[in-house]
Each structure stands twice: as structure tokens, then as C-alpha cells.
């Protein structure tokens, strides 16, 4: 399974992005589907997760500004980020995962860069 994010780039406080990933495998094929973001020096953080049949679920600091949705029909996942701040400054990883044979297998893509400046 590969995975490409694209998306990320420069904005102000207070405004908004749209991170989209575009996932080879079908989602029916997948367990689930998010998004992890990370800072230097710091551990990679879960952002927002969708698990097929069991719904989502977000971040504490990201609830109400963020959110997850996919696409059967283009097989993208995005996250629409709104009121960003500062502290939302990151690079951002689309993930997945599937369960075959007994076991989980991830998939991570190319992490890109969201910079929100004060």
C-alpha cells in the first residue's frame, strides 16, 4: 500500500488547510486510516484516526478544528484543518494500516510540512 500526502504549506493563525492523501489499496482493504503529525524533537502524535465501521476519533487539542473524511470514490483521505495555530505547526503523515494474516501491517506516507504563523 502507498500512500501521498500533499497539501501542506504556510498560513496565518487563525486560518486554514486541507491535507489530502491518495491511498493505492482500496478501503475495504484497509482497518484504518488517519492522520499523525510530528514536531523535531518531539514523538510523532496521533491527529485524527478513521477505523472502517467504528468511526473517528481526534486529537483533544484538534477537536472542533479538524476534520477527517474520505473519498470510496477517489480513495484519498483528507483533514480539513480550521482556526489553525501555531502550535499546529508540524509535519503532517497520512497512515494506514490492514490486517492480514493475523497481524497488522502499517503503511506510512511522506510527512508534509503545515507551518501557521502568528
Known amino acids: 500500500v502507498q500512500l501521498q500526502a500533499y497539501g501542506g504549506g504556510l498560513v496565518q493563525s487563525g486560518g486554514y488547510l486541507q491535507l489530502s492523501c491518495a491511498v493505492s489499496?482500496?478501503?475495504?482493504?484497509?482497518?484504518?486510516m488517519g492522520w499523525f503529525r510530528q514536531v523535531p524533537g518531539r514523538q510523532r502524535e496521533l491527529v485524527s484516526m478513521?477505523?472502517?465501521?467504528?468511526?473517528?476519533n481526534y486529537a483533544d487539542s484538534v477537536k472542533g478544528r479538524f476534520t477527517i473524511s474520505r473519498d470510496g470514490n477517489k480513495n484519498t483521505v483528507s483533514l480539513q484543518m480550521n482556526d489553525l495555530k501555531p502550535e499546529d505547526t508540524a509535519v503532517y503523515f497520512c497512515?494506514?494500516?490492514?490486517?492480514?494474516?493475523?497481524?497488522?501491517?502499517?503503511?506510512w506516507g511522506r510527512g508534509t510540512l503545515v507551518t501557521v504563523s502568528s
Open positions: 497512515y494506514a494500516d490492514q490486517y492480514y494474516s493475523g497481524r497488522y501491517f502499517e503503511f
Open positions: 489499496a482500496s478501503f475495504h482493504a484497509l482497518n484504518r
Open positions: 478513521l477505523t472502517n465501521g467504528a468511526g473517528t
